[in-house]
């Protein structure tokens, strides 16, 4: 069974909508691990649209289990990462007019950038994974770099249609994956999963890790709603 890593970021865009101090991502944490979450995941992206240092700093003092930090080949990001040592630096492509990460990192065409990024997470002392997309010749790249895992993009299989076509995105994840198990190195996958459609990305085998957030995210306010409505009344209501 894999491990479950938990992506918190769309606590803090609630928050950053209001630029105020709730709900807080730290918060969130806990209460994951609470859970049983494996990890917590955060992107601490380069415009901080949503997460903030702070949430770093504080998540990474805080935190019991593997802290993921998501980021882009990004000096100043990079800055950050490496002083504040999170337990694991997944590296992701980034553009600003992007809602959230569209695809995997070019590792075959950006492969010195992305070589000298990972080595100074190394050296730091952070384990590095690369979001990929499931093509076989970003996996081949990627194995020459000497990182710890690849996170395997699972946004085309989360958008396929149920049926032969989400079958044949399946099949292309299955295949990548095992080209990452036979060149030594962990598998990870994520984007796009759902309480609908994570069953089968979680049984592919060698799966070690997913990372999951923004249906977590909903599903929360959703089964949460009532007890704070409820909470609310209960405070406003004169006796």
């Known amino acids: 069974m894999p491990e479950l890593g938990v992506n918190i970021d769309h606590v803090a865009t609630v928050r950053q909508a209001r ?14 691990e609470l859970g049983g979450a494996d990890g917590i995941t955060l992107h601490l992206r380069e415009d ?12 990474r003092q805080t935190v019991t289990v593997k802290l993921n930090l998501e980021m882009a080949c990004d000096r100043d990001v990079l800055d950050v990462a490496c ?3 999170p337990d694991q630096a997944t590296l992701v492509p980034e553009k600003r007019e992007e809602i959230t990460t569209e695809g995997g ?6 492969r010195d950038r992305v070589a000298e990024v990972a080595a100074r997470l190394q ?3 952070v384990s590095v994974s690369l979001f990929l997309d499931p093509d076989l010749q970003q996996i081949e790249a990627a194995a020459q770099l000497g ?16 049926g032969v076509e989400r079958d044949k995105e399946l099949e292309t994840v299955r295949i990548a994956a095992a080209e990452i198990r036979k060149s030594g190195i962990t598998l990870h996958a994520g984007h796009g999963l759902t ?13 070690h890790e997913l990372n999951i957030g923004h249906s977590i995210v909903a599903r929360a306010m959703m089964v949460g709603f009532e007890r704070a409505v409820r909470e609310m009344k209960s405070l406003t209501t004169i006796h």
Not at 19 to 32: G, H, I
Not at 195 to 207: L, Q
């Open 19 to 32: 630029q105020t101090n709730e709900p807080d991502p730290v918060w969130a944490a806990a209460l994951a």
């Open 48 to 59: 901080r649209r949503h997460m903030q240092d702070r949430d770093l700093q504080i998540l």
């Open 83 to 85: 002083s504040i040592k």
């Open 105 to 110: 990192l070019d590792v075959a065409g950006l």
């Open 123 to 125: 050296a730091a002392g």
């Open 147 to 162: 990182v710890e895992a690849i996170e395997l993009h699972t946004g085309q299989y989360a958008l396929a249609r149920p």
């Open 195 to 207: 309480y609908r459609n994570v069953a089968p990305i979680a049984t592919i085998e060698g799966m």
